[in-house]
């Protein structure tokens, strides 16, 4: 069993920033990748990055490139989403996800949710 806990979401202004937190518990996590995914009303989920749990190689989409940073305690089993120049269209309801295979941007290869974390960007 595996269990995800997000935290850090709120309300900003645009231009602000937030710090995401993702704390994982139940089995080892060396092996996985750690997914940031959001899902925003009448959308689908999308990808927004990703970690590998050994040597901490990233991705990210296109839409957060240089303003978002995915980072990770592996003595804390925690991910991290670092969010900086949040603009409205960032508003969405953020999970973070484990994969046990992939190091992806799908969101079917991810086994494991967290329950989200609402994150809103005023104009």
Excluded: H
């Amino acid at each position: 069993q595996v269990l995800l806990v997000e935290s850090g979401g709120g309300l900003v202004q645009a231009g602000g920033s937030l710090r995401l937190s993702c704390a994982a518990s139940g089995r080892t996590f060396s092996s996985y990748a750690m997914g940031w995914f959001r899902q925003a009303p009448g959308k689908e989920r999308e990808f927004v990055a990703v970690i590998r749990w050994s040597g901490g190689r990233t991705y990210y989409a296109d839409s957060v490139k240089g303003r978002f940073t995915i980072s990770r305690d592996n003595a804390k089993n925690t991910v991290y989403l670092q969010m900086n120049s949040l603009k409205p269209e960032d508003t969405a309801v953020y999970y973070c996800a484990a994969s046990d295979r992939y190091y992806s941007v799908v969101v079917t290869e991810y086994a494991y949710w967290g329950q989200g974390t609402q994150v809103t960007v005023s104009s």
